[in-house]
Structure formats: structure tokens, C-alpha cells
Nanobody
Framework: QVQLVGSGGGSVQPGGSLRLSCTAS????????MGWYRQAPGKQRELVAT????????NYADFVKGRFTISRDNAKNTVYLQMNSLKPEDTAIYYC?????????????WGQGTQVTVSS
């Protein structure tokens, strides 16, 4: 099993910045990629950004390109999401996610979620 613990949410003004962190524990070697999804009230959960543990390949939603940066520190089993130029529409609960390598069977894990609020 894999456990995910996310942190770093908070309340900021438009244009501000936050950095989210997610640390994984357990069977880390089974994980192919980690990242962040978000869900606002009344909306579906959507992908924000992901990064592979192997080669560091990244994938971003179009609405965050140029503003958010995902990175990883494999030695710490941690991924980070640096969020700059935050907008009110970024307000959501952000969930850390991890996906297994296909060799270990399709499965994904979720963190507890951290609230990000952007308002003036």
C-alpha cells in the first residue's frame, strides 16, 4: 500500500503564491507518477499537474501552464506544486494522487486534500 500526506494549502490574495507538498510512504517502488488534482464546489475533480518518478516527465492542465510548476524529490518521496499568480478560480480542494506502474496492477491512491482559497 501507499499512503499520501498533503500539506501547504491556505488563503491568499489574487496574484499570490502557495506551495503544496505531498509525501508518500509505503511501497514507493510501485508508483509510476504522482501529482495533484483539484475539486471546486459543484464541479468535477480535474487534473492540475503530474510528474513521473522515473524520468520526471510532467503534464499540466492548460489553465495552469506558466503559473504552476510541479517538481519532485525522490530521496524524500515528495512532490511539490509551486503555485504562482493565483486566481480566484483556482479556489478548490487540492488532492495529491499517485498511480501505480502497470506491472503492479492499475490502481491509484489519494491524499486527504488541502484547501486553497484565493480571494481579495
Amino acid at each position: 500500500q501507499v499512503q499520501l500526506v498533503g500539506s501547504g494549502g491556505g488563503s491568499v490574495q489574487p496574484g499570490g503564491s502557495l506551495r503544496l507538498s505531498c509525501t508518500a510512504s509505503g511501497l514507493i517502488f510501485t508508483i509510476n507518477a504522482m501529482g495533484w488534482y483539484r475539486q471546486a464546489p459543484g464541479k468535477q475533480r480535474e487534473l492540475v499537474a503530474t510528474i513521473t518518478r522515473g524520468d520526471g516527465s510532467t503534464n499540466y492542465a492548460d489553465f495552469v501552464k506558466g503559473r504552476f510548476t510541479i517538481s519532485r524529490d525522490n530521496a524524500k518521496n515528495t512532490v511539490y506544486l509551486q503555485m504562482n499568480s493565483l486566481k480566484p478560480e483556482d479556489t478548490a480542494i487540492y488532492y495529491c494522487n499517485a498511480k501505480r506502474h502497470p506491472a503492479f496492477g492499475q490502481y491509484e491512491y489519494w491524499g486527504q486534500g488541502t484547501q486553497v482559497t484565493v480571494s481579495s
